[in-house]
């Protein structure tokens, strides 16, 4: 076959810088638009912060922000209101062989105070709080004990999990050490009580059992029905776990009061005493927008805070402009902060529209809770604002609405439907709100089944099958009836 040159005329769609841009900008949540800002800050000198916006107005800026609703330019002049809720190391033994192995024991790092004046800056700074680790060897620092038995002991708290538990045991601990250190089994038996004598209570268990135990040990003798509390512990937890009441009493010769009152004293316990050590990782949520009634309308104004305050640099600005053609690259930067700019209000706008959107959709979720959620989809709000479903998609995730009901995911007002008897539809978040109120109003010794939850559900025309009540009430983090029973 003779090659052959040949025109054809086809489309296709290609997404510009500028598209990809904002694609890119309008899935971003509120802290990663912040740092994607940054970067483009330290890249290009032709764009800053505007420090000195009020209210996100500047008539100074190349391009005007999204205008004030009504509710806004009421606030703006209104009184401000108040800003929103906002080891040292003790020595090992030279030339030992165990000494290699040393977990470094002594206290934790010390900590001084800062400032020792009167007239010292007292700025509220976040604590410094010790780990698990550091705190059990600040106290092994304390014992009197052998250098070889305080490096087993140190050995031992490296075993710990996050929760305080030995998840290895000590036989396996046995077989890691080498053998011309000649370390036995009592050792680290010896070892190890020392471990559990330490503070947090419960520390160093190899199960929850022997957790729970720990803890009970340490109580005053004269602690009423304790003695019941260690017979459950040992002898009957998986019983105490499954509800099964009639077989704990049988076992312990006890009536009801007695078997009450052990109960609470274990469910007092702390079944994982290293999660106070453990560092927190707290993630805060930045409303985007904040709902209001104004004049019996519930209106969606954009939160201006989480807006960022950009424009372009005025004297780099002035500098290209004067020597028009000088530098390409310039040029292209100053492009690309024009772009930015107008994507960042662009994606605000879009998020507003939408939210607005959404709150006249769900007007009776904010008048009368979650048992009045009506079904929502994206394709309905994607038709309403002539949007594509997966810009809605993009909007909706990671951005959050502050109503007079708390703080919630754009996410969160979208859900199924489920049919009604009336041949309606209801949403499946007033679902789960419903069987959230019919189990909190439910008898504790006699806990309403996922069948009767279903019964319940359909008398008030809610056709759903236990098997959906059985998922909704998982999601809600409520137990079967049978886990719920109480004396």
Not at 300 to 316: E, W
Not at 385 to 404: A, D, G, I
């Amino acid at each position: 076959m003779k090659p052959s040159l040949q025109l054809r005329l086809s489309q296709h769609l290609t997404l510009t810088p500028q598209l990809q841009l904002s694609i890119r900008l309008l899935q971003l949540s509120t802290q990663e638009l912040d740092q994607e800002i940054e970067g483009f800050l330290r890249d290009n000198p032709l764009l800053e912060r505007d420090e000195a916006m009020s209210d996100m107005t500047d008539s100074t800026a190349p391009a005007p922000l999204p205008p004030r609703t009504e509710y806004e330019q009421e606030q703006a002049a209104a009184p401000a209101s108040d800003a929103s809720s906002g080891a040292t190391d003790t020595d090992a033994p030279e030339g030992d062989l165990l000494s290699e192995l040393s977990y470094g024991s002594g206290s934790a790092s010390a900590r001084e105070n800062g400032g020792d004046g009167d007239d010292g800056d007292y700025s509220q700074v976040a604590c410094d709080l010790p780990t698990l680790r550091e705190h059990l060897l600040s106290q092994l620092a304390l014992l009197k004990l052998s250098d070889r038995d305080r490096t087993l002991v140190g050995l031992l708290i490296d075993t710990l999990n996050d929760d305080g538990y030995i998840t290895q045991s000590l036989d396996d601990v046995l077989e890691m050490l080498p053998a011309e250190l000649n370390v036995d089994a009592e050792e680290l038996t010896i070892a190890l009580r020392h471990l559990q004598h330490l503070e947090p209570a419960g520390v160093g268990a190899r199960s929850l059992a022997e957790c729970l135990l720990l803890q009970l040990q340490v109580l005053p003798s004269a602690t009423p029905y304790c003695d019941k509390a260690v017979e459950v512990v040992t002898n009957h937890l998986d019983a105490l776990a499954s509800r099964d009441f009639v077989k704990l009493k049988r076992a312990l010769r006890c009536d009801d009061a007695a078997l009450r009152s052990a109960q609470k004293l274990i469910t007092g316990l702390n079944p994982k005493p290293g999660r106070d050590y453990a560092a927190d990782d707290v993630r805060y949520v930045v409303p985007d927008v904040t709902v209001n009634k104004i004049k019996g309308l519930w209106v969606a104004s954009l939160n201006r805070d989480a807006m960022p305050k950009l424009r372009v640099n005025r004297m780099y600005a002035e500098i290209l402009g004067r020597s028009r053609g000088s530098s390409q690259q310039l040029s292209g930067q100053l492009q690309e902060a024009k772009w930015l700019i107008k994507n960042v209000q662009q994606r605000f706008d879009t998020i507003l529209r939408v939210s607005q959107a959404i709150v006249d959709r769900q007007r009776n979720f904010l008048e009368h809770g979650a048992v009045a959620m009506r079904p929502l989809v994206l394709r309905e709000i994607a038709e309403t604002l002539e949007l594509h479903e997966s810009t809605v998609s993009r909007v909706t995730t990671n951005k959050y609405m502050r109503t007079p009901r708390g703080i919630y995911e754009l996410k969160y007002f979208f859900g199924s439907h489920v049919g009604t008897d009336a041949g309606g539809a209801a949403s499946s978040t007033a679902i789960r709100a419903l069987i959230k109120q019919l189990v909190s109003a439910e008898n504790s010794r006699k806990p309403l089944s996922d069948s009767q939850i279903s019964k319940i559900l359909g008398q008030q025309g809610m056709v759903v099958a236990r098997r959906t009540v059985a998922k909704y009430r998982e999601s809600l983090q409520i137990l079967p009836g049978n886990l719920r029973k109480t004396l």
